[in-house]
Nanobody, 126 residues
Framework: QVLLVESGGGSVQAGGSLRLSCEAS????????MGWFRQAPGKQREGVAA???????SYTDSVKGRFTISKDNAKNILYLQMNSLKPEDTAMYYC????????????????????WGQGTQVTVSS
């Protein structure tokens, strides 16, 4: 059973930075992908960034150049470094894992992920 626990959310002013972490346990798959998703009130869950076991990454257009996804394989931790934050980045952020390979065409689709964390809130004020 895979368990994902997010941390690092908080409140920040526009232009600031936050780093989200997702600690994964029970995860020993050779082919996989992991991602960060977000959901604002009244909106659908959106794929933000994803990374596979070969460190290939995908980003949604609105965060390219501002957010960076990375992972520490030794510690089983997934990160999302968020810089130049904007009020529209305000949302609950979720970590997700898929225990199979995922191509770049599906990496940001929530439907392909089978494990989810509980979420961490990010609030950006103007």
């Amino acid at each position: 059973q895979v368990l994902l626990v997010e941390s690092g959310g908080g409140s920040v002013q526009a232009g600031g930075s936050l780093r989200l972490s997702c600690e994964a346990s029970g995860y020993t798959y050779s082919s996989y992908c992991m991602g960060w998703f977000r959901q604002a009130p009244g909106k659908q869950r959106e794929g933000v960034a994803a990374i596979d076991n070969d460190d290939r990454t995908s980003y949604t257009d609105s965060v390219k150049g501002r957010f960076t996804i990375s992972k520490d394989n030794a510690k089983n931790i997934l990160y999302l470094q968020m810089n130049s934050l904007k009020p529209e980045d305000t949302a609950m952020y979720y970590c997700a894992a898929r225990t199979e390979y995922c191509s770049r065409f599906v990496r940001l689709l929530s439907s392909v992920y089978n494990y989810w964390g509980q979420g961490t809130q990010v609030t950006v004020s103007s």
